[in-house]
């Protein structure tokens, strides 16, 4: 369980987070080999509701802020209890970004390595081009990896490559999903890696299920893997 009691945030904040429960599980993404990790993501379980729910909850009550600090505080403080070395991949709302002093307050907490973060600005629940702006200038100065998830579902389409400019790009597991058995979502995903590497971007073929799937993806380019085949969040 993730204690946010002794942080040094806001006290409005901090009363918030103190009415969560919540923990977190990590799921990596790999390299090609299957073996080198890149980063892992940060996955949260709130105790007794499930993640939609609660995002639902906090979207209705306009509180969205209180889950982006609490993942962000929270998943890091596990992060660095597990003894990780790669990259902490967080969820972000599209809708929300950090004020300075927070932003300042979470590096001098958690100290002065800034690349171990990528940030992946999730598909919902809603957009905000102001909050989209800021958090590329944030993830610019902090030197963190910005990434896309879930591109092709949601807000995230190539208008939102084109504002946000992320590093690294999350195909959607549906566009993927029986690649292996699927002319149509072939060529679909064979002109996004193509379109994507000749934008220098990253990709990372998300929801790798099969070794069918994992080896099609390979062939097509696919530079990162993550899904149930390689790993579950644990």
Same mark, same amino acid.
Not at 33 to 50: C, N, Q, S, W, Y
């Given at each position: ?10 006290? +409005? ?6 009415e969560l429960e919540i923990n977190y599980v990590f ?14 993501? #940060? ?9 939609? +729910? ?15 600090? #609490? ?15 790669e990259k902490l991949s967080l969820n972000s709302f ?17 100290g002065k390595d800034k690349n171990i973060l990528m ?15 800021? /958090? ?64 220098? /971007? ?19 380019? #696919? ?12």
């Amino acid at each position: 369980m993730i204690y946010y009691e002794e942080l040094p945030l806001d006290k +409005d904040i901090l009363k918030a987070l103190a009415e969560l429960e919540i923990n977190y599980v990590f799921q990596p993404i790999f390299y090609p080999d299957k073996k080198t990790i890149f980063a892992h993501e #940060a996955l949260m379980r709130p105790v007794g509701i499930t993640v939609t +729910d609660l995002i639902d909850e906090f979207t209705k009550k306009e509180q969205l802020h209180v889950l982006e600090v #609490a993942t962000f505080w929270g998943a890091t403080q596990a992060y660095f209890q597990r003894g990780y070395k790669e990259k902490l991949s967080l969820n972000s709302f599209p809708c929300e970004v950090f004020s300075e002093e927070e932003v300042k307050t979470f590096r001098d907490y958690f100290g002065k390595d800034k690349n171990i973060l990528m940030i992946e600005v999730l598909e919902y629940p809603k957009f905000s081009m102001k909050a989209a702006l800021q /958090k590329k200038e944030v993830a610019a100065i902090g030197d963190s990896v910005l990434a896309l998830d879930d591109y092709g579902s949601g807000f995230n389409d190539m208008g939102k490559v084109k504002i946000m400019d992320p590093h690294v790009i999350k195909i959607d597991r549906a566009l993927l999903s029986g690649i292996d058995t699927n002319p149509e979502k072939q060529k679909n995903c064979k002109e996004i890696i193509d379109t994507m590497h000749s934008m220098g /971007k990253l990709v990372v073929a998300e929801g790798v299920e099969t070794k069918e799937e994992f080896d099609y993806l390979v062939g097509l380019g #696919a530079d990162l893997f993550q899904g149930y085949y390689l790993a579950r969040p644990a």
